[in-house]
């Protein structure tokens, strides 16, 4: 059985975004995980940008989300 499916395909929606960040090379995270990071976090109430990293960073060793995003 598939878990998180609609997270799962939120994220691939996400990733169908153009990414015209510069410095490429130096970019640690994809942007279809932080926009989606970002999503939670608006949706937890956070909707200053100190409280939306804060958030991120909180989360970031969050498994569930590490399922999602298929990171070890």
Do not use: C, H
């Not at 130096?26 to 990293?53: D, R, S």
């Amino acid at each position: 059985m598939k878990q998180y499916t609609k997270a799962k395909a939120l994220l691939e929606s996400l990733k169908t975004i153009p990414d015209y960040r510069v410095d490429i090379g130096k970019i640690q995270y994809p942007l279809a995980e932080v926009l989606f990071m970002v999503i939670f976090a608006l949706l937890k109430g956070n909707t200053k940008f100190k409280e939306i990293f804060g958030w991120m960073v909180y989360n970031k060793e969050n498994p569930i989300l590490k399922d999602i995003f298929e990171k070890d």
